[in-house]
T-cell receptor, first 110, second 112 residues
Framework: LAKTTQPISMDSYEGQEVNITCSHN???????ITWYQQFPSQGPRFIIQ???TKVTNEVASLFIPADRKSSTLSLPRVSLSDTAVYYC???????????FGAGTTVTVRA | DSGVTQTPKHLITATGQRVTLRCSPR?????VYWYQQSLDQGLQFLIH???????AKGNILERFSAQQFPDLHSELNLSSLELGDSALYFC???????????FGPGTRLLVL
């Protein structure tokens, strides 16, 4: 898996938009970008995956610039329940040997 | 709720002992993956089974082994336990290889 760099922590308030940027300068042509969310004492949960441009689902949006050397996970109007660790993974679409880094701890305050 | 169940939720044991962690995948999922999450190593892939057969190994110690049974549930066996084996152990499942993995709630192992 390509090496990724993301902020260690971010603080936000309820109702705000949270944007987490992940750097992956050595991303390969066939690599995809995947984000997972992990709540305390729970297993990671798939949020979103993309290859280029923009992907949106009911939970988040993923913005990927043309050079694909970074990506931004956008969480719209966060609530207290969005407090979690968010992981950025880069690898082949069918790469099942997931390896998570330290992730970004997002804390949402009232 | 991901549909993946793991037992027990918590396990406290002593060094040198052996424990078995159990995982039941989502209904219909053929692939089972085991991961270890420790404070200093993050979440690391250990081993993967598909429809009863071992398919891939990650950074799994020789003291650790796993198997997947005909009913597709899986067990992770940890032996000669050391203090450093204390961690969260997660099981994940997917329908087929390489598809989205659904993680269970984990088993928290504490070795004293």
């Amino acid at each position: 898996l390509a090496k990724t760099t993301q902020p260690i922590s971010m603080d936000s308030y309820e109702g705000q938009e949270v944007n987490i940027t992940c750097s992956h300068n050595n991303i390969a042509t066939n690599d995809y970008i995947t984000w997972y969310q992990q709540f305390p004492s729970q297993g990671p949960r798939f949020i979103i995956q993309g290859y280029k441009t923009k992907v949106t689902n009911e939970v988040a949006s993923l913005f990927i610039p043309a050079d694909r050397k970074s990506s931004t996970l956008s969480l719209p109007r966060v609530s207290l329940s969005d407090t979690a660790v968010y992981y950025c993974l880069v690898g082949l679409l069918n790469d099942y040997k997931l390896s998570f880094g330290a992730g970004t701890t997002v804390t949402v305050r009232a | 709720d991901s549909g993946v169940t793991q037992t027990p939720k918590h396990l406290i044991t002593a060094t040198g002992q052996r424990v078995t962690l159990r995982c039941s995948p989502r209904s219909g999922d053929l692939s089972v993956y085991w991961y270890q999450q420790s404070l200093d190593q993050g979440l690391q892939f250990l081993i993967h089974y598909y429809n009863g057969e071992e398919r891939a190994k990650g950074n799994i110690l020789e003291r650790f082994s796993a198997q997947q049974f005909p009913d597709l549930h899986s067990e992770l066996n940890l032996s000669s336990l050391e203090l450093g084996d204390s961690a969260l152990y997660f099981c994940a499942s997917s329908l087929n290889l390489g598809e989205t993995q659904y993680f269970g709630p984990g088993t928290r192992l504490l070795v004293l």
